[in-house]
């Protein structure tokens, strides 16, 4: 069951972070909208709201953030930062020049990317993410400056993620609005985290859903995982239980990607570049036998955590921390 985490922190650090996405079906547009909470040890919660309007046809996406010591659990919600508040069935608020007013219909099961329950209660790893709803259809409006969009039918995802640090590096890869299967979709992090002062080898949780079937993937176990990953671009291979493989190219224009600084609670700081309106390519083999491309123009995500700053990639001026 999804609820927020930062009420038993206790003074404890943390990060926590819902997030949302999603994207039109026929214009290569999209809305990534995320509800943080960061704490450092000893000292209070701070909620944060960053929203992005991705916009091929823009020069670059437009974005803002707020920053409140304002952070609740509604009642009938998951949280709730200010004014803007997220739940099972409705997103709204506003932030800057971004006002929001969305109904959120799950379309998929929660996926639970880690596959034993209690890796959710042991110390690692130090991140845990669920997706509440890793398929969901938004309608509403999104309103940026004197810009109001209408949300119809926009399908994408509600995901969940907390912890004590984000990991040393990640990919996280969400995609929907599959020319050959609509219905299908694939929700994949992939992380190295430091253990002992060593970097451990990437490790993949999440799932496929092709015709209408989930089909895990990664876990601590598996076997071949392969990426390469960089700002712009990046090919993922991950197995799967029962022989299904699937195999992702995936491409994230510069001019429509989107870099912040997410903070630590220990004090330690990451890089993030986003694209929600990535194009990607996917394969999955060894269903039935049989080989599955699926492809998007512009319906995926494609989010790369690092340490480097030198990206080349304009860092947004909101800070985190």
């Known amino acids: 069951m999804t609820a927020a985490v930062f009420p038993g922190a206790a003074g404890a650090g943390l990060y926590e972070s819902f997030y949302l996405r999603a994207v039109s079906a026929v214009e290569p547009l999209g809305i990534w909208i995320r509800y943080t909470v960061h704490q450092r040890p000893g000292e209070p919660p701070r909620g944060s709201v960053w929203c992005t309007l991705f916009d091929a046809r823009a020069t670059r996406p437009v974005t803002y953030k707020e920053t409140t010591p304002d952070l609740t659990v509604p009642r009938d919600g998951w949280i709730a930062v200010g004014g803007a508040t997220l739940g099972p069935d409705r997103a709204a608020g506003a932030c800057g020049p971004f006002r929001w007013e969305l109904r959120i219909a799950g379309q998929a099961p929660e996926l639970r990317h880690l596959r034993h329950g209690a890796l959710y209660r042991a110390p690692l790893p130090r991140t845990?993410?669920?997706?509440?709803?890793?398929?969901?259809?938004?309608?509403?409006?999104?309103?940026?400056?004197?810009?109001?969009?209408?949300?119809?039918?926009?399908?994408?995802?509600?995901?969940?993620?907390?912890?004590?640090?984000?990991?040393?590096?990640?990919?996280?890869?969400?995609?929907?609005g599959f020319a050959e299967d609509p219905a299908g979709w694939i929700d994949l992090a992939i992380g190295?985290?430091?253990?002992?002062?060593?970097?451990?080898?990437?490790?993949?949780?999440?799932?496929?859903?092709?015709?209408?079937?989930?089909?895990?993937?990664?876990?601590?176990?598996?076997?071949?995982?392969?990426v390469h990953a960089e700002v712009g671009r990046a090919e993922v291979s991950?197995?799967?239980?029962?022989?299904?493989?699937?195999?992702?190219?995936?491409?994230?224009?510069?001019?429509?990607?989107?870099?912040?600084?997410?903070?630590?609670?220990?004090?330690?700081?990451?890089?993030v570049a986003n694209c929600s309106i990535a194009r990607l390519a996917l394969t999955v083999e060894g269903i039935d036998g049989v080989r599955r491309p699926l492809t998007t123009e512009h319906g995926a995500a494609y989010e790369l955590g690092m340490r480097e700053t030198d990206h080349g990639l304009p860092l947004e001026p909101f800070g985190d921390g």
């Open 128 to 176: 845990k993410l669920t997706s509440p709803m890793p398929l969901a259809a938004f309608d509403g409006t999104v309103a940026v400056g004197g810009r109001t969009i209408d949300v119809r039918g926009w399908p994408g995802m509600v995901g969940h993620n907390w912890g004590a640090e984000h990991a040393e590096r990640w990919v996280w890869l969400h995609g929907v």
């Open 192 to 226: 190295r985290v430091r253990v002992g002062g060593a970097l451990t080898p990437w490790v993949a949780n999440g799932a496929v859903q092709i015709a209408g079937r989930r089909f895990p993937l990664g876990g601590l176990t598996a076997r071949g995982t392969r």
């Open 238 to 271: 991950v197995s799967g239980r029962g022989g299904v493989r699937a195999i992702a190219s995936v491409r994230a224009p510069r001019e429509s990607t989107v870099a912040w600084r997410y903070a630590d609670p220990d004090g330690g700081a990451h890089d």
